[in-house]
């Protein structure tokens, strides 16, 4: 290792970075690369010998910055954030520096340490009750993944990661059709299969319908079936629809089954305590899931994974060959044994970073803020005759669409596809779509960490005379 040759690379870098984050806003938000144009910059094979940090760097200056879309431009208003922030970014630059794989306590007892302390900081901050314990997933996907497997060992007392599925019930899940795609991933990946999914219907406001879960859980039961799991959806990715948590989870309770919900956006809005009415009957819930890298200033990957039944979960992904085994097992978290992978990374120091820094003050002002201008966003939607909104806004997402007087249903998916992708090159503004209802809809989402005001008056503008230009 040459010390000095490092600092020096490293302090290019830094000054790099930190220009980066203040000229961001000059670069145009989504990325207008064809397919394989940078693939075809990439020479065929690796180099026979080590190259120049200064020729690397230069290469990922002029041909792969032209390939990134940049998610922490103010004006990212797309899917949803996944959101940084300097005090993470520098402590994602110790982990990468200490270079620590934090599987089991012993690999690195602060950083196992550090999770347990984080994850509690974190439940407080949400409100959840202290029976619940919390984890590092790396996305939320893989939480929704082990609260199916945890749900379908301790249904099957234990014994299907032995058996297998041959002789056990025809296990039953449902979600709401609104629900994530994760959840259909987990679905077949737990074995249970896809068609053993039911996505229940929802109502004018995109949240699950109590009566019609009870209907199919009774229907599957007579039907022979076992029902199993229950995931809900606090915040969809189409809408952040709410399903009613506290009817959802009296059913559960009732037929006994296990009771996920996935919050993966919208959980970081319960740091407001304003917003702690969504946790209403919450001991009812089993597992609980929300993405500190989509909207808590954290970097990606950063998945918060709560569970009350911390045996079931430790009981099905437990196993310990030789080599790991290590004494302490008793008075410390081995966190290789509650979820999926064993290789773990030090995740738990930008949480730290973001937390110390910001303060609970300083996030929920934050977050506070993204909604109150979401609402003030859909307020100018409202007041305007040519757009319409879609969908109640409870967080920092809205959708809308452009309904120009005269139009028939079909032009206006095609009009508004056509804004979409004529806002996006514009690379000004960056917004998807989903649809709603059947009707194509712009989703504009607020929560950047560095967005201001001034950014959702320019975003109206763009989004306006862009439609105007349009039609
Ligand atoms: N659940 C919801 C509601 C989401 O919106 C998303 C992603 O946007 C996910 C799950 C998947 O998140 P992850 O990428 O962390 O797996």
New binding site residues.
């Given amino acids: 290792l040459c010390t000095d040759q490092f600092r020096a690379n490293a302090h290019t870098l830094v000054d790099w970075m930190a220009d980066y984050l203040r000229d961001v806003e000059q670069y145009p938000v989504k990325s207008s690369v064809k397919p394989g144009e940078i693939l075809a910059e990439l020479p065929a094979s690796p180099p026979e010998q080590g190259e120049p940090f200064a020729d690397i760097f230069a290469d990922f200056q002029e041909t792969i910055m032209p390939g990134i879309t940049h998610w922490q431009h103010p004006l990212f208003c797309a899917?949803?954030p996944a959101n940084s922030s300097p005090p993470s970014v520098l402590a994602e630059m110790l982990t990468a520096t200490l270079g620590a794989q934090c599987m089991i306590w012993e690999t690195s007892p602060a950083a196992a340490e550090l999770e347990e302390r984080c994850m509690e900081w974190l439940q407080e901050l949400i409100g959840l009750p202290g029976e619940f314990v919390g984890v590092i997933q790396?996305?939320?996907?893989?939480a929704?993944l082990s609260a199916l497997l945890s749900a379908r060992e301790r249904a099957s007392g234990f014994t299907v990661n032995h058996t297998g599925l041959y002789d056990s019930p025809r296990y039953v899940v449902y979600a709401s059709q609104e629900?994530?795609s994760?959840i259909d991933k987990a679905v077949r990946i737990a074995g249970l299969g896809t068609d053993n999914l039911r996505k229940i219907s929802v109502d004018e406001n995109y949240a699950l319908k109590p009566e019609a879960l009870i209907e199919a859980i009774k229907h599957d039961q007579a039907q022979g079936m076992v029902p199993l799991c229950i995931i809900a959806?606090l915040?969809?990715?189409s809408s952040t629809a709410v399903d009613p948590l506290a009817e959802i989870g009296r059913i559960a309770r009732d037929e006994n089954l296990w009771l996920h919900v996935?919050?993966?956006?919208a959980g970081s809005a319960l740091i407001l305590p304003e917003l702690r009415e969504y946790l209403e009957e919450i001991e009812t819930v089993d597992s609980f899931v929300f993405?500190p890298?989509?909207w808590l200033f954290t970097n990606f990957?950063c998945?918060a994974y709560f569970v009350q039944d911390k045996a079931a979960l430790i009981r099905t992904f437990e196993i310990l060959p030789e080599y790991l085994k290590t004494g302490h097992a008793s008075e410390v978290n081995n966190y290789r044994d509650w979820g999926v992978p064993l290789g773990r990374r030090f995740r738990a120091l930008k949480l730290w970073f973001v937390m110390r820094s910001y303060g609970v003050e300083g996030l929920r002002t934050r977050i506070r803020q993204h909604i109150a201008w979401a609402y003030l966003f859909r307020s100018w939607i409202e007041s305007t005759l040519d757009f319409e909104v879609l969908a109640p806004s409870p967080f920092g997402l809205v959708c809308f669409r452009y309904t120009p007087i005269g139009t028939t249903e079909a032009e206006r998916d095609e009009l508004n596809a056509a804004l979409k992708e004529r806002i996006n090159a514009s690379g000004e503004l960056y917004i998807t779509h989903t649809k709603l209802g059947g009707r194509y809809t712009l989703r504009m989402v607020i929560g950047q960490t560095e967005v201001t005001l001034a950014h959702i008056k320019k975003a109206w503008e763009i989004i306006q005379s862009t439609a105007h230009s349009l039609c």
């Fill in positions: 899917y949803f790396d996305t939320a996907s893989t929704t629900a994530h994760s959806s915040g969809t990715t996935d919050a993966a956006y993405n890298h989509k990957d998945s």
